[in-house]
């Protein structure tokens, strides 16, 4: 009996040693004989992935990769198995690489791990069948025949602008993503969520942000999605999870009790794959990812568009001017403006392409490996590297538009640089270095689904705001909210990105009182 507890100790001591040499041996392994050991980069990212989660806890992964590229180089480590390159070849390389796929670290996204969205899809085939899905919802064509619903709900945020105008600063960051949600409520389920003028469903934009946030800490932490732990952590959310998702089921089952041929909307597209038969079928229970994903796609992405090219306006009074100048000469009145003249706004489309460069709304690294089936089928190679297998690669879209390579004076908001002229070769390689360096939608066949959505939604949105508004910074402190490094929009990372203000003084012209009436102004 008397020799029980030394004997314990003896074995609690075996164990502690034991564990310690395992992990001696693990980080001596990472250092020294890993493939990626003489890639530079933190000494914590090349020990553990928990460097990146912390970062992603705190939102400012994307700056942090921008700064470990200023110290580092072109490529570093950022994990034990990861590595982020800032070029525009490894993001040609990469994402326009058809042997490439989403690694296992996108299903921390998964809350049934037999469900997958268009964006989850690992397996190419997979992929391409319910893109080519998707993708029909947000043609050109499509966006032609949504153009009047998106309209309606354009002219009820310009309204809502009018409604504060004794000259009250506005926070436009939930107004724009109140708009955002209303969009592509309609647009994917035909759903009138009325966030703009209702407060009952105001909750979805914040909870998708949190979710957005947990997800993001999963995808840079795999031991999380290995050991589905996920599941575990959301229990914690439990009631703000069932909320959003209680309302999409209603979205989607007041949808199908329509015709499916009622509207052009994404259910319309999904509702023939949903019947068919075949293998390209889609599972009823799939469409409740699609909708799922599209909404999250879709809704704060172009509000942060519109926050930031808000910001970068009222603070650079010679765009302003500009852009405020080619809205009024190019229309005649309001109620012309449109898509199909939009078009033709060349300064707009710089302005919103500034923006979505210096504030990307997807500001991270958005992670790719060689798909498992083609090893061995030849090197992966990027930017002049060969990839080991089981790597995972990708281009921080942040780090690559303050690249100065590509962007000179990176933090300065200059439309005009993406309206270089001229046939000097010089000036046509500096065009081309800027457009292939542009990442905010991604590229290649998993690049963003809904660019058409997004530029028609954010061009819509400013014209008419600068045809119906004048604004301005608010004064004060107000007026600081929102401020980043360096005076640039400040984006917290949270996969998409969330952010705070602008506030803003808004101004109706005559022009508002004419379309809407003076009692809207003071409504
Ligand atoms: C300014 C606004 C937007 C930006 C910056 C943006 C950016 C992106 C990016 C970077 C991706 C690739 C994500 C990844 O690889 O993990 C993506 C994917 C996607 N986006 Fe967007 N997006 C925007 C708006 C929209 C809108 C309005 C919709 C829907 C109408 C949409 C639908 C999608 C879909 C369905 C995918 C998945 C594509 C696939 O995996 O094949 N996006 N988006």
Known sequence: MTNLPILSTGSAAYVLYSLLYIAVLGLSYQLLLHPLRNYPGPLVAKL??????????????????????????????????????????????????????????????????NAHSTWNSLDRDMHRRKRKLVGRATTEASMRSFETAMTEQVDIFIRGLARNHNQQPINVKNRCSYLSFDIIGLLSFGYALNLQTDEQN?????????????????MQIPV???????????????????????????????????????RRDLFSFLADAVNAKDDDGLRLGDLWYEAFFFIIAGGDTTATALSATLF????NPECYSKLATEIRTTFRKGTEISGKGLAGCQYLRACI????????????????????????????????????????????????HHNEEYFPNPFKYDPDRWLITGNSDSKAAQRKAMHDAFAAFSIGSRG???????YLELSLSLAKILWYHDFETAPG????????????????????????????????????????GNAAAHG
């Open 353 to 400: 392409d500034e923006s979505l460069r210096m504030s990307p709304p997807t500001p991270g690294t958005l992670w790719r490996h060689l798909a498992p089936e083609e090893e061995g089928r030849g090197p992966f190679v990027v930017d002049g590297h060969v990839i080991p297998n089981g790597t995972m690669v990708g281009v921080n879209a942040y780090s690559l």
């Open 448 to 454: 963003c689904a809904g660019k058409p959505t997004a």
């Open 477 to 516: 402190k107000l007026g600081q909210v929102g401020v980043g490094q360096q005076g640039e929009f400040q984006l917290y990372d949270i996969f998409t990105s969330t952010h705070d203000g602008p506030y803003l003084v808004f101004k109706p012209r005559d022009t508002f009182a004419e379309d809407f």
């Open 202 to 218: 105001q909750f979805l934009a914040e909870q998708l942000a949190h979710g957005n946030h947990r997800m993001n800490v999963y």
């Open 48 to 113: 553990t992935n928990g460097y990146a989660g912390y970062f992603a806890i705190k939102r400012n992964l994307h700056l942090q990769i921008w700064r470990n590229h200023l110290k580092y180089g072109p490529v570093f480590r950022l994990g034990p198995d990861r590595l982020v390159f800032n070029s525009a070849t490894a993001l040609r390389d990469i994402y326009q690489n058809e042997r490439v796929t989403k690694p296992p670290t996108y299903l921390a996204t998964q809350s049934n791990p």
């Open 312 to 315: 970068y306006l009222s603070r």
């Open 224 to 262: 999380i999605p290995r050991y589905k732990l996920q599941t575990w952590i959301n229990l914690l959310f439990r009631q703000e999870r069932e909320k959003t998702a209680r309302l999409i089921e209603t979205m989607i089952r007041n949808r199908m009790a329509d015709d499916a041929n009622a």
